[in-house]
């Protein structure tokens, strides 16, 4: 499990730093999804082509729950400049 010390070295390498931080997330997932189910994706035997599909919609739909949360935070940013500013009674 995980990277051999030649495959980190060249990962980090990369001119791209998004591209290594990516790496380090599958990486991180994939150790984490195993030790919470003890197999992997490769060697999962027990899921169909159905249980698979049904996996994908249900990771797609908590996708769009996590965009519609950022859009209304970034919509209420906007309203929020929008909001004339209150000259101070002193002027």
Not at 28 to 36: A, S, V
Not at 53 to 77: F, N, P, S, W
Request: hydrophobic share 35%; glycine share 6%.
């Amino acid at each position: 499990m995980g990277y051999q010390p030649q495959d980190v070295e060249a990962v980090m390498s990369y001119p791209d730093k998004n591209v290594v931080a990516v790496i380090k997330q599958f990486e991180d997932r994939m150790e984490k999804g195993y030790k919470k189910y003890g197999v992997t994706t490769a060697d999962d035997t027990k899921t169909d082509l159905l249980g698979w599909l049904q996996h994908l919609q249900e990771e797609l739909m908590d996708a769009c729950v996590y965009i519609e949360r950022t859009k209304q935070e970034i919509q209420g940013r906007d309203q929020a400049k929008m909001v004339a500013p209150q000259i101070p009674s002193r002027f």
